[in-house]
């Protein structure tokens, strides 16, 4: 497997059994009678943190040329892409109700994002391709 590719499934998959952490950890609060939002970042910093350093840790193994060129067509699906994704995120815990979740998802998007395209070689030229 190409570790771009590699780079792409791990930032997915990563953030996925994050959130199905994170929604446990929200629950067995819940379940015990305590606020989760008083205790929800003492879970979501280290997760956050453990996430960020392990995807640099792939992305910087990742050569400049391996990534593609950014297209006004890819970036308009990538926004539909993200409103959509962001639309559908409430169940089964509300993300709005908890910053944390808020910023694991800002977190994978920009990870996402710069998997397809390097941010560096974007300019107002590339938009009029």
Known sequence: M????????????????????????????RYLGVDPHRYEWLLAVPLLFFYVIYIFKIRNKIAIADRRNLTTKSLVYWILFG????????????????????????????????????????TLKNFKK
């Open 2 to 29: 190409k570790i771009l590719r590699q780079y792409q499934l791990d930032i997915i998959f990563l953030f996925f059994a994050l959130i199905l952490i994170m929604w446990s950890y929200f629950y067995g609060l």
């Open 83 to 122: 409103v959509s994704l962001f639309s559908t995120y409430g169940t089964p815990i509300p993300a709005k109700d908890y910053w944390s979740l808020n910023a694991l998802f800002f977190i994978f998007t920009i990870f996402l994002a710069d998997s397809y395209w390097d941010f560096k070689s974007i």
